[in-house]
């Protein structure tokens, strides 16, 4: 798709506190074009919509069109294999490059395309996923998984942040530096990890294009991400009560997310179901977050079809960028900026975005 549109965020801050949040997005709603083409033609068309995770939305359509038409949709190993590979490509870009940069530490664009190169071919069946797993304990945790998955608290993630020098523990650390004694005292909402059968009675009778573009959760935003997933993890629950840092919360999630994925104990990252004859849903963990696919037939064409994406949740206009920043204070514009930009990289859009700082 040409136009994938973008985020904008807008700051307006008084030199002291950030009072207003104001995002805007000229992301396209492409599940509209879907309607009225055959089951066939969406298959061919959904992954070629999406630059980024690709392969989870084409997967999340096959199975919603399959749901619809056999009442149910199970995912093959392949499939299941491929939505993996690719989740931890996306973690790895962030971390790897985006998170370093962020930081102020070299971006590791070398041994990123390496693990990414090493990932398609295990997504393609070429060679096994303990190949990457070897080469993740040795560069990034310097450490066996089991050993690191034994860090019991924060102290001790702590610990090893400042003792080892990978880039996924430097940017861990300066990540707790810069928020410590920052973040506002306050709760986030977490939304659950819905298999297709959850979603589609949570979401009953609300499949349409203005929940896609806002949705809500019994009346109010929700958070989304590999932090949903690993809500009841103990070292990121110790994390998050003694840090009450979202960010850093969020960013362990994603290092828990690609251990748990290599490992092969992360739960299925796709799921679909048939609440009701001619009627798919799909849901897919990606890396972003939950991704959900509504489809509704009529004959041999696609009568409704809805996404609902990671995205529209986290950026919502009063969703958890919002209340991220909200209330911030800080007195310094660069100082801001970043912080700014901390957030939603937290969040990671599926989407280019910018950050405005507005003067109020």
Partial sequence: MDDVGKLTLGVFWDGDTVSTIDIRSTR?????????????????IVPLLFSVCGRAQGAAANAALQAAQQGSGAASATVEHMIVCEAMQEHLW????????LMGLPRQEQRFAGWYALLRKIGAGEIGMDVFLREFERDCLEMPVAEWRALGDYQALQTWSLKVHSPSAQVLSRLDELERGRHKVS??????????????????????????????????????????????????HDVWQQSRSKVLS?????????????????????DAASPEANIGIAVVRTARGLLMHHVRLEGDLVADYAIVAP????????GPYARDMRGLKERDPERLQQLAHVAALSLDPCVAYEVEIHHA
Avoid at 94 to 101: A, E, I, P, Q, V
Avoid at 217 to 236: P, Q, R
């Fill in 28 to 44: 396209p709603m492409a599940a509209q074009i879907l309607k009225g083409k055959t089951p066939e033609q969406v298959a061919r």
């Fill in 94 to 101: 962030r971390l790897m490059l985006d998170w370093t940069k």
């Fill in 187 to 236: 709760d986030s909402r977490l939304l659950p990890a819905w298999t297709a059968a959850e979603a589609g009675r949570a979401c009953e009778g609300r499949w349409d294009m203005d929940f896609s573009a806002c949705p809500d959760w019994l009346g109010d935003t929700a958070e989304t991400g590999a932090w949903t997933y690993y809500a009841d993890d103990g070292l990121l």
């Fill in 250 to 270: 969020r960013l362990l999630a994603r290092v828990i997310d690609v251990i748990a994925m290599a490992s092969g104990t992360s739960a299925p990252r796709l």
């Fill in 311 to 318: 995205t529209e949740w986290n950026f919502h206009p009063d």
